[in-house]
């Protein structure tokens, strides 16, 4: 019976430490949400003397955060030229590019995100290898979260929750 409750509490504490193992890997909880951009700012890495570009207004984006997924989905640019009856491709093209659109699986390790990319609109995104590397943190109620190391600019987005 003693080595019964041997095996049985090492067990447990065996098993607590599983579940607080993999809790740690779980997102930031006040990361996990639905959240919408309203500041874009983007810093020109290869050019200092460069003033950064803020968008106050952003156009229309969707951040989604699950305990281990993202989904992200954002128009960006000038508007678009009107689709009317006779549009011509260049008028599609010009829409189609202003879309940018990622999802996939995500880690954070203290206010780093890595997220590894399972689909894309761009083709050449959807590999093993593409990870988009985010750092955060938060300001208030506001999500901020900035875009490191994959152009010559890095993006500052600053986002409120919508649920």
């Known amino acids: 019976m003693k080595l019964y409750v041997k095996i049985v509490g090492c067990t447990s504490v065996l098993i607590s430490l599983l ?3 993999s809790e740690t890997a779980v997102a930031d909880k006040n990361l996990v949400g639905v959240w919408k951009s309203k500041e874009t700012k983007l810093t020109f890495t290869t050019d200092p003397n460069r003033e950064p ?3 106050k207004n952003p156009r229309p ?3 989604i955060f699950t305990q281990k997924h993202f989904s992200w989905v954002e128009v960006h640019g000038d508007p678009a030229p009107e689709l009317e009856k006779d549009s011509t491709p260049n008028n ?3 829409i189609y590019n202003q879309l940018l659109a ?3 699986m995500y880690d954070v390790k203290g206010n780093s995100i890595a997220a590894h990319v399972i689909v894309s609109k761009n083709p050449k995104d959807m590999s093993k290898s593409t990870t988009l590397n985010f750092e955060y943190k938060f300001e208030g109620d506001m999500l901020v979260i ?3 190391g994959r152009r010559e600019f890095d993006i500052e987005l600053k986002m409120i929750r919508l649920e």
Request: glycine share 6%.
């Open 61 to 63: 984006s969707i951040f």
């Open 102 to 104: 990622f999802s996939g």
């Open 19 to 21: 579940v607080a193992s």
């Open 92 to 94: 599609y093209v010009a």
């Open 146 to 148: 900035t875009l490191v």
């Open 53 to 55: 570009v803020v968008v």
